[in-house]
């Protein structure tokens, strides 16, 4: 069973800190990796993609990828309380079209 | 942008009720997606499509059946509606393959079936 384990937390981090979020995957087929971002009672948000290891950076937002470890983590900068959200971590299915997706992490950035 | 649209953003039906949800994206997207999300089970994939006709069952497909006859247009179908199928419904597309993984997702629809 392909799986993307995330720490449902929550993270609580203080106004302007960075918020570390975390993920591991289990299937090494695969190459591609995303971060999505919920707001409560919203629909997922695509907000970072990440398909060579090492740093991608957007914004306040770095992705980071080690495929040697199976393991993506997201870096948020200067958090605001706008962030405050439950972040998915996915990983693409291998040969298949799919993502396989994490339960969520919930960030509470605290003012 | 991509833009997926979903027809209902909130739906009570009754038990036993057939339900259609319906997905529309506007960007020949090739995939197509049905999840639920329910508190603590994370996004469920239902089904999708990777052609028009044509279809995949996902993790948790039954009591569900899904028809995509357009290209833009894909549509979850409850035959006979339950409580257990109380939850959110979430529509998403993509490109293809490669690195055209990346989902956009509808809206959603919250669905109470009493």
């Known amino acids: 069973q392909k799986e993307v384990e995330q720490n449902s937390g929550p993270l609580s981090v203080p106004e302007g800190a960075i918020a570390s979020l975390n993920c591991t995957y289990s299937d090494r087929v695969s190459q591609s990796f995303f971060w999505y971002r919920q707001y409560s009672g919203k629909s997922p948000e695509l907000i970072m993609s990440?398909?060579?290891?090492g740093d991608k950076e957007d914004g306040r937002f770095t992705a980071q990828l080690n495929k040697a470890s199976q393991y993506v983590s997201l870096l948020i900068r200067d958090s605001q309380p706008s962030d405050s959200a439950t972040y998915l971590c996915?990983?693409?299915?291998?040969?298949?079209?799919?993502?396989?997706f994490g339960t969520g992490t919930l960030l509470a950035v605290q003012p | 942008d991509v833009k997926v649209t979903q027809s209902s953003r909130y739906l009570v039906k009754r038990t036993g009720e057939k339900v259609f949800l319906e997905c529309v994206q506007d960007m020949d997207h090739e995939n197509m997606f049905w999840y639920r999300q329910d508190p603590g089970l994370g996004l469920r994939l239902i089904y999708f499509?990777?052609?028009?006709?044509?279809?995949e069952k996902g993790d948790i497909p039954e009591g569900y059946s899904v028809s995509r006859e357009k290209k833009e247009r894909f549509s979850l179908i409850l035959e006979s509606a339950s409580t257990n199928q109380t939850s959110m419904y979430l529509c998403?597309?993509?490109?293809?393959?490669?690195?055209?993984?990346?989902?956009?997702f509808g809206p959603g629809t919250r669905l109470t079936v009493t």
């Open positions: 998403a597309s993509s490109e293809g393959t490669g690195e055209a993984y990346e989902q956009y």
């Open positions: 996915a990983a693409d299915g291998g040969a298949t079209n799919k993502l396989i």
């Open positions: 990440i398909y060579s290891n």
């Open positions: 499509s990777y052609d028009v006709k044509m279809k």
